[in-house]
């Protein structure tokens, strides 16, 4: 039986088109900026903390356009995420142990906050009338999304050894599969 509201299926819409052109914009993405940001850090974590690596290295490594991850190594290096060394030895390396470094850590410093609605932090907002429970679920997502990027290291991940609850998070097969 297909869920009903206002008579029309759950995921139809009045105008004839499919609700997921709705709700295109409505999904939980991560940026090429964030993307690129925590695959920069683990080829840092790899590498350890003693080893600096060139920009152009990590680049290539990663196959991330260069100009574009120098900017991001910027930000990384003024968040305190990185630290960099001039010279012909030079390069960059994770500023912490790679155990200590969330990938939560890496995308806030580089995006900012985890979750944001039209551009506002959950608590922000308010809402009215049967709009009032979405605040809550919007606060349960985030909840959700830090408890997932905020358990997982650097070095979890760069040693292929993710937690437990992550693990089994993936390996649900409905979790390769869109909606």
Known sequence: MTPTAGGLALGDRDDGRPA?????????????????????????AAAGEKCPVKA??????????????????????????????????????????????????????????????????????????????LLPLWIAVRANVRAILGEVSLADVAAGSLPARVRELAEAPEAWTNP
């Open 56 to 133: 152009e290295a990590l680049a290539k490594a990663q196959e991330i356009p260069q100009k574009f991850l120098e900017g991001i190594l910027a930000d990384m290096r003024r968040g305190g995420l990185v630290a960099s060394q001039r010279g012909g030895q030079g390069g960059y390396r994770l500023a912490a142990p790679a155990e200590e470094i969330t990938i939560a850590d890496v995308i806030r410093i580089v995006e900012g906050p985890l979750v944001s609605v039209r551009g506002e932090r959950p608590p922000a907002l308010s809402y009215t009338g049967p709009a009032e429970s």
């Open 20 to 44: 997921a052109a709705m709700l295109d914009n409505a999904a939980m993405r991560i940026s090429a900026r964030a993307d690129y940001a925590v695959r920069a850090a683990l080829e840092l």
